[in-house]
């Protein structure tokens, strides 16, 4: 079967000021890289506070949203467009539960994080966010189209 003949799908990630200051932006990308997700957006921002309300525009009424929002602009983050099958709901499992207390070793946020508020990495939970997010921080023209060519030792 042909590359683009896949389901395919594109999930929202962007690696936060944390995983950034701590310097695990080559880790976090060799796990998706590794699973088998082509990466077709990536850049390094520092984030507008516009940008930020934006993105997490469904937590402004939370308590933790100004908080939020203070340390996703503090600092540049790696926003990244990955692609494959399956991609969102993977990606959140390679990722792991939001408090990286309960996050399974195995996971980014298991085996890095400590703390709620500083949890490495975003990911888009539904296709849906995905696309809206994509939109949001990704022009079309820095998005790559192109095709792994690695096709038969990696699917059937
Ligand atoms: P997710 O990032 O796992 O999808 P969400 O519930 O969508 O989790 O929350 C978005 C982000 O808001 C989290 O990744 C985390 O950085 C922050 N957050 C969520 N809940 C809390 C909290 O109770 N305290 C501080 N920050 C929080």
Redesign the pocket.
Known sequence: MKYQEYPLERTFLAI?PDGVQRKLVGEIIRRFETKGFTLVGLKILNVSRELAEQH?D??KE???FA??VE?ITSGPVVAMVWEGEGVVSSA?KI?G???PLAAEPGTIRGDFGIN????LI??S?AIETAQREIALWFKEEEIANWEPTLMAWTRE
């Open positions: 936060k997490y469904v937590h939370r308590p933790f908080g939020l340390f959140r990722i539960a939001t408090n709620i508020g500083r949890n975003h990911g939970d």
